[in-house]
């Protein structure tokens, strides 16, 4: 079965300064990977997605993530945070191949940004 | 990308009556579509994948009798959540891909509360 654990429930860090949100998969197969935002009472935004070409991925909003297989990570990254960025971030992963769209989602980490 | 449509955004209803809420992919056809149950401040947990023409196959623990889904065409898919209690408050969120192996996309969310 395939899991993803989000370390962290929530994370601050000052305006201007990196942004790192961390993200650990278990699959079995080659994963395909994304993260995903949730402003408050709203739906999902995909940021970035891994399926299995590029191991960099840059994503909207100057956001990017690194697939390392030897680590099974997946961690978001940000140079700069700005107050819009406050929001809730998923990391999901699905199967790939014939199970790409059924996604399963981690727990969440919740991104506040101090002035 | 393409366009998945959620209605109603918001809706309350009263304890014991039932709720439809319905789910349009307006710019494709969606043969799959994924129905997913948010609590607060909690994650997205999958409860049932649909397609077209079949019934929908829940997931562990998910009462299929109480949250009734429907994908008749394939542009629409419906959750209706029957005799409903205060405990089915939660953010319902709708998926859909043209099929199981490509891309899904994600609808705004329907807020539901039970009172």
């Known amino acids: 079965a395939q899991s993803v654990t989000q370390l962290g429930s929530h994370v601050s860090v000052s305006e201007g300064a990196l942004v790192l949100l961390r993200c650990n998969y278990s699959?079995?197969?080659?994963?395909?990977l994304f993260w995903y935002v949730q402003y408050p009472n709203q739906g999902l935004q995909l940021l970035l997605k891994?399926?299995?070409?590029?191991?960099l991925v840059k994503g909207i909003n100057g956001f990017e993530a690194e697939f390392k297989k030897s680590e099974t990570s997946f961690h978001l990254t940000k140079p700069s945070a700005h107050m819009s960025d406050a929001a809730e971030y998923f990391c999901?992963?699905?199967?790939?191949?014939?199970?790409?769209?059924?996604?399963?989602f981690g727990s969440g980490t919740r991104l506040s940004i101090r002035p | 990308g393409a366009v998945v449509s959620q209605h109603p955004s918001r809706v309350i209803c009263k304890s014991g009556t039932s709720v439809k809420i319905e789910c349009r992919s307006l710019d494709f056809q969606a043969t799959t579509m994924f129905w997913y149950r948010q609590f607060p401040k909690q994650s997205l947990m999958l409860m049932a994948t649909?397609?077209?023409?079949?019934?929908?196959?829940?997931e562990q623990g998910v009462e299929k009798d109480k949250f009734l889904i429907n994908h008749a065409s394939l542009t629409l898919s419906t959750l209706t959540v029957t005799s409903a209690h205060p405990e089915d408050s939660s953010f319902y969120i709708c998926s859909g891909s043209r099929g199981l192996n490509t891309e899904a996309f994600f609808g705004q969310g329907t807020r539901l509360t039970v009172v």
């Open positions: 699959s079995s197969v080659p994963p395909y």
């Open positions: 649909s397609n077209e023409g079949s019934k929908a196959t829940y």
């Open positions: 891994y399926t299995s070409a590029a191991t």
């Open positions: 999901a992963v699905s199967e790939g191949g014939s199970s790409a769209s059924k996604i399963i």
